[in-house]
Nanobody, 114 residues
Framework: QVHLVESGGGLVQAGGSLRLSCATS????????MGWYRQAPGKQRELVAR???????NYADSVKGRFTISRDNAKNTMYLQMNSLDPEDTAVYYC????????WGQGTQVTVSS
């Protein structure tokens, strides 16, 4: 079992920054990769960024150069640093962790005002 708790969402003006956190507990050593998805109203959930246990990262084209995913293994926490935010980034952001199962956090709302 892996338990994920997100934090750090909120309301920010366009051009601003937020940092999301995903605190992890449970069978952390069994995690293969982790990442962030987001879901905007009326849209499908989309992958934003992911990071493997070896530290390799991937990003959606829409966030490349603006968002940075990272992990602090000592704190069992994953982060998503989001800069130059745009109203199009408004969504509920979910962290996930993949072992041989897929675990999700509860989601955190990010709202970017124009």
């Amino acid at each position: 079992q892996v338990h994920l708790v997100e934090s750090g969402g909120g309301l920010v003006q366009a051009g601003g920054s937020l940092r999301l956190s995903c605190a992890t507990s449970g069978s952390i050593s069994s995690i293969n990769n982790m990442g962030w998805y987001r879901q905007a109203p009326g849209k499908q959930r989309e992958l934003v960024a992911r990071i493997t246990s070896g530290g390799s990262t991937n990003y959606a084209d829409s966030v490349k150069g603006r968002f940075t995913i990272s992990r602090d293994n000592a704190k069992n926490t994953m982060y998503l640093q989001m800069n130059s935010l745009d109203p199009e980034d408004t969504a509920v952001y979910y962290c996930y962790a993949r072992t041989f199962l897929l675990y999700w956090g509860q989601g955190t709302q990010v709202t970017v005002s124009s």
